[in-house]
């Protein structure tokens, strides 16, 4: 069994930056992707970005160029460095992780961008 435990959500000004971090119970070998996903007020989960070793990393075209997913696989912690934010990047963010076939999610952290 998985957990994955996010943090660093919180309420910030447009413009600014925020970095989530996801701290997994085990370490998750690095050729398993540990993605970010978001949802918003009425709206569907969707990805935000994610990082595999010996691909590029994924982003959304919406956070591309802002935003920057990296992972300390020593620390088994995953991170979303968040800049030049914006009031639709308001959301519940979910650090995300499939082992073997089995999604592992974690139970989200709230980002508020104030404008």
């Known amino acids: 069994q998985v957990q994955l435990v996010e943090s660093g959500g919180g309420l910030v000004q447009a413009g600014g930056p925020l970095r989530l971090s996801c701290q997994a119970s085990v370490n998750i070998h690095s050729s398993y992707t540990m993605g970010w996903y978001r949802q918003a007020p009425g709206k569907e989960r969707g990805l935000v970005a994610r990082?595999?070793?010996?691909?590029?990393?994924d982003y959304a075209d919406s956070v591309m160029g802002r935003f920057a997913v990296s992972r300390d696989n020593a620390k088994a912690t995953g991170y979303l460095q968040m800049n030049s934010l914006k009031p639709e990047d308001t959301a519940v963010y979910y650090c995300?992780?499939?082992?073997?076939?089995?999604?592992?999610w974690g139970r989200g952290t709230l980002v508020t961008v104030s404008s």
């Open positions: 995300h992780t499939r082992i073997d076939g089995i999604d592992y």
């Open positions: 990082i595999r070793r010996g691909r590029d990393p």
